[in-house]
């Protein structure tokens, strides 16, 4: 079973940046598609972006459109998101996650085989 581990996260003002990593146990990022999703207190998970095994095609929840990237370095079988602009509404847990089976869809929880255990993003007004 792949193991992720995200890091990255804490506290910053809003319209500051943060780049959270996620870190695999074997060559995932390249072979696999790779997703990020957060949990807002009191809210279900939900989609943020995604990546394509090949090639590489990037997709993004229209609410962090513009302001988040999605990237990877398969050297170091790292997954990374990078957050410019944040907002307050932007505070949740970050999970990583891959999609050991292919599949079409990559926007559901159910698209995804392993899970990261998170990051915490808090973002002051």
């Known amino acids: 079973q792949v193991q992720l ?46 990546i394509r095994r090949k090639p590489g095609v990037t997709y993004y929840a229209d609410s962090v459109k513009g302001r988040f990237t999605i990237s990877r370095d398969g050297a170091k079988n790292t997954v990374y998101l990078q957050m410019n602009s944040l907002k307050p509404e932007d505070t949740a847990i970050y999970y990583c996650a891959v999609q050991i089976r292919s599949r079409v869809e990559i926007r559901s929880e159910d698209d995804y085989d392993a899970w990261g255990q998170g990051t915490q993003v808090t973002v002051s007004s």
């Open 5 to 50: 581990v995200e890091s990255g996260g804490g506290l910053v003002q809003a319209g500051g940046s943060l780049r959270l990593s996620c870190a695999a146990s074997e060559p995932t990022s390249t072979r696999f598609t790779m997703g990020w999703f957060r949990r807002a207190p009191g809210k279900e998970r939900e989609f943020v972006a995604a």
